[in-house]
């Protein structure tokens, strides 16, 4: 199984990044993708999923409104678009999958991960 993660980089304050994950080794129509971060010297934290029980998705506080997750599954591609960054967002962000139905905040409930991208954020 793989997930590798891409689309990080260096962006100022208020601008948009995309971040993609492609997906192999798994039925990616059968699971849920989610995003977590971790900022220098702090745990990783959850950012997004889908299938959220109650909706289609479920963004963390902090990222409602900027951040959309989707998906193709004809490319086995999972995206994050994050628009209005803030120096806050600078973290390494990981894509997870998991055969649950429905998506969740915990990182234990994802079996795999990719190996996270950088997104820095200057301001």
């Known amino acids: 199984v793989q997930l590798q993660a891409s689309g990080g980089g260096l962006v100022q304050a208020g601008g948009s990044l995309r971040l993609s994950c492609v997906v192999s080794?798994?039925?990616?129509?059968?699971?849920?993708l989610g995003w977590f971060r971790q900022a220098p010297g702090k745990e990783r934290e959850f950012v997004v999923t889908?299938?959220?029980?109650?909706?289609?998705?479920y963004y963390a506080d902090d990222d409602k409104g900027r951040f959309t997750i989707s998906r193709d599954n004809a490319k086995n591609t999972v995206y994050l678009q994050m628009n209005n960054l803030r120096p806050e967002d600078t973290a390494v962000y990981y894509c997870?999958?998991?055969?649950?139905?429905?998506?969740?905040?915990?990182?234990?409930?994802?079996?795999?991960w990719g190996q996270g991208t950088l997104v820095t954020v200057s301001s």
């Open positions: 080794g798994i039925t990616f129509s059968r699971h849920v």
């Open positions: 889908e299938r959220w029980v109650g909706g289609a998705t």
């Open positions: 997870a999958a998991s055969s649950a139905q429905y998506g969740s905040i915990r990182s234990q409930a994802y079996a795999y």
